[in-house]
């Protein structure tokens, strides 16, 4: 077979020969489905990860906790485009802020970012 053949059959899913359907195991599946309401939110968070000026800020802050300039100097960028993704990070809940004198410094919002962006890691690195 030619190379574009091959090409085309590795890009289609496999399929079924016949249709069988397994009752028992829908049965579980949909037990365990979350609500459409929450799918979207989980749909919408994944994309949140989807901009590398994100997941670079966030690798920062797995770090440690720091301020706008800070940022804006190790990642190479004008305070004013940190700010703008921290915001979005932070309308997600994936970063929390704090006041000190006249600096904000941020930080992760919690263990289960650090544990996320972990895990994708570990995923894209297996073998």
Known sequence: MSKRID???????????????????LKIV?????????????????????????IRILYVLAEAEVCVCDLAEALNMTQSAISHQLRILKTARLVKSRRSGKSIFYSLADDHVKTIIAQGSEHINED
């Open 30 to 54: 949909n037990e365990k489905m979350p609500d459409e309401e929450e799918l979207i939110e989980l749909a919408e968070l994944f994309k949140i990860f989807g901009d590398s000026t994100r």
């Open 7 to 25: 090409a085309i059959k590795t890009l289609n899913a496999e399929v079924c020969d016949a249709k069988e359907i397994h009752e028992d195991l």
